[in-house]
């Protein structure tokens, strides 16, 4: 290309863009856009202009730009945009973050890990040494247990809702790192050992008290999220990961695992992560999360452009194994079909499911309800209020709802279904 | 303690299910144990080192219902009326239920669907866990600062403010574990169990 050829495309932008025809981003790799009618397709030009050098890093296009929404503050959270996501997992620098005290730096080579109390051998480990221990990756979804709480009860019912911010405390990542039986048969548990208290490195120190039982079936030391390092904001450089469980028991930054014969009984389980129930009661170490769905399309703020074709999409998973089942309903409940569950289906992870729905055009409501390998039903509210009372703030995994107005403008809530 | 056995036993069964549909079928390839490990695998592999007691006691800062954990010191209301006004009152109000943070004081009634607020006098269910969790996680901004003598000191006045003390108390290692919280009963195990029975 000669300096003239240049100057000539150079100015051609310049006119493209001062008209307003064609957006200059394009322009610059397309020498004759400036010929084009507005609203039409670009043809293949010749030549093509050449593209960028290859990166040490990639990034995402311009005009694709997902981001977590969040509240500045040192107890806070920041909820995934699964409008914006496809498959099953969750890019992780989009992962929801829960933290109790801020993101602490920690330097991977300064980082240890006590283990002690009823153990044979009270040891530290380095991450070089974790490191070394025959390492696994699972596939698995980790949700807050106050994911969709507390903003939709009796009492209030918004309906200018989207799907991040009343779901977004759910994700789902490969997780890397090296069974937590495996450190525990290397120091060798006590008789009589039954539960186990793990403590993070941030600054309050979060904790819960976990059953050995579940550390020494399925949890994992982890350090390695979606084929990398995990993040500073998901535990970096170690977190405890409890497939199924609700998301603080998922210790991060841990440092310490103590093993003892009953629950130490920390500040967030005798007050914050327990469930207030309708006969004065509250229930405590309600650990697992139990199963649920979620449309993520057509939600809102989505307006559908036009009538026809639309396929409903969604996720559904549950905290006993895998869901076996996802239904859909396309007039408020009156009837179900079964969504087509897209492959893979993993236990104790997230589940895409499809749904191909004519609209016609009226005002419907849509909805979601899954079946987990155990037979469990994801409930309606109306049956976890009967069941623990009007305001249980965690483990609210009722059915969520849609409507889509004539208008094709979709809003949250159940709507006349209450 | 039968009620602790009992979580042990739910917790278990909670985990069955998660055994059979778990880790091996989850990605694990020819997993010769739960953990995975190949048959051929050592009894131990020797990565790590042991710790001391003393390396352990740096860090093994919990307190458990029973006492176990707690250091010795000692304080009284009003000195933990001085250490509250130094330390706290920033956060939690000048009466412990102004906030902005969460709020301390209150014995408001459960009525049928818990209180209103989760203060430490409506809702919290063993004394011991206001030491483990202010020497763990308080003041927010500096956690740790707080000496033995002050951490008791500002226990017993919080505990007096919420009217489970008298005014004369004293809070030590033998004291504040025989103190009976308002909720300590209230509390019930998880009998969700999945499966096709009624929704808990």
Known sequence: MSKGDRAKISRRAWITTASGVVAAGLVRTQADAVELPAQ?????????????????????????????TFREALSSASFTPHQDLMGIVTPADLHFERHHGGVPDIVSEDHELL??????????????????????????????????GGVYNADRMPTTMSVQQMDGLLSTSEWTGVPVSTILRE?????????????????????????????????????????????????????????GWEGNT???????????????????????????????????????????????????????????????KGLAWSGRGRIARVEVSTDGGSSWMDAQLQGPVLPKCTTRFRHLFEWSGNETIILSRATDETGYVQPTIQQLWEARGPRTAYHQNHQ??????????????????? | MRALAL??????????????????SAGDVGAGSPAGLPAHAPARFGFGQEASEARVAMWDIDVRPDGVGLPAGQGTVEEGRQVYQTFCVECHGATGTEGPND????????????????????????????????????PQLTPGLLTADQTYAVIAYILHLNEIVPEDAVMNAETLPAVMMPSRDRFVLDDRQGGPGPVR
């Open chain 1, 40 to 68: 039409q397709a670009p043809l293949p030009s010749t030549p093509r202009a050449p593209g960028r050098f290859p990166s040490a890093l990639g990034e995402r296009a311009p005009a694709e730009q997902p981001r977590r």
């Open chain 2, 7 to 24: 979580v042990v036993v739910l917790a278990a069964a909670a985990c069955g299910p998660a055994t059979n549909g778990g880790s091996e």
């Open chain 1, 400 to 418: 969520r709802a849609w409507k889509i107005a004539s208008t094709g403008e979709v809003t949250f809530g159940l709507g006349d279904l209450i």
């Open chain 1, 187 to 243: 120091a060798g548990v006590r008789r009589g050992a039954s539960w186990v208290l793990a403590e993070g490195g941030d600054s309050p120190l979060m904790s819960r008290s976990i059953p050995l039982a579940k550390m020494m079936d399925d949890a994992l030391l982890a350090y390695g999220q979606n084929g990398e390092r995990m993040r500073p904001g998901q535990g970096y450089p170690l977190r405890l990961f409890l497939p």
């Open chain 2, 103 to 138: 709020r301390l004081v209150g014995r408001d009634e459960w009525g049928e669907t818990g209180p209103q607020v989760r203060t430490v006098g409506s809702y919290w269910q063993y004394s011991t866990t206001l030491y483990d969790f202010i020497r763990r996680s308080m």
């Open chain 1, 250 to 312: 998922s210790v991060k930054w841990l440092r310490r695992i103590e093993i003892t014969d009953q629950p130490t009984f920390v500040r967030d389980e005798i007050s914050h992560y327990t469930d207030p129930l309708a006969d004065g009661t509250a229930r405590q170490f309600s650990f697992l999360m139990d199963a649920k769905s979620i449309i993520t399309f057509p939600t809102y703020p989505y307006a559908l452009p036009d009538r026809g074709w639309w396929e409903i």
């Open chain 1, 115 to 148: 283990v002690h109390g009823m153990v044979d051998r009270p040891m530290t480990f380095r991450m070089a040494d974790l490191m070394r221990y025959p390492q696994v990756s699972r596939v698995q979804f980790l949700e807050c247990s106050g994911n969709g």
